[in-house]
């Protein structure tokens, strides 16, 4: 998978992101593949070889989380 440079995050969130409440950059959300808290604006994107682009955790690639795995940071 490449690693995409988005210049601008918050755009691309709220057009990518697959769930009606988005999030603002500065939340901060938990990601239960990893188990770490992460601020949402330093998301990662991946493309796979067939297209698919995947929101994932700030730990990618160490982290195989996407934005399905995080949970709100109550």
């Known amino acids: 998978m490449e ?7 918050q755009k691309y969130l ?9 999030p603002k950059l500065t939340d901060t959300k938990k990601c239960i593949y990893c188990n770490s808290v992460i601020v949402v604006g ?4 991946f493309k796979s070889d067939s297209g698919f682009e995947y929101i994932c955790c700030p730990e ?6 996407t934005v399905i795995d995080w ?3 109550n």
Do not use: H, M, Q, W
């Open 60 to 65: 990618a690639p160490k982290c195989k989380g």
């Open 3 to 9: 690693e995409l440079r988005i210049k601008d995050k």
């Open 14 to 22: 709220s057009t990518n992101y697959p769930f009606t409440d988005i």
């Open 42 to 45: 330093e998301y990662k994107v």
């Open 71 to 73: 949970i709100n940071n």
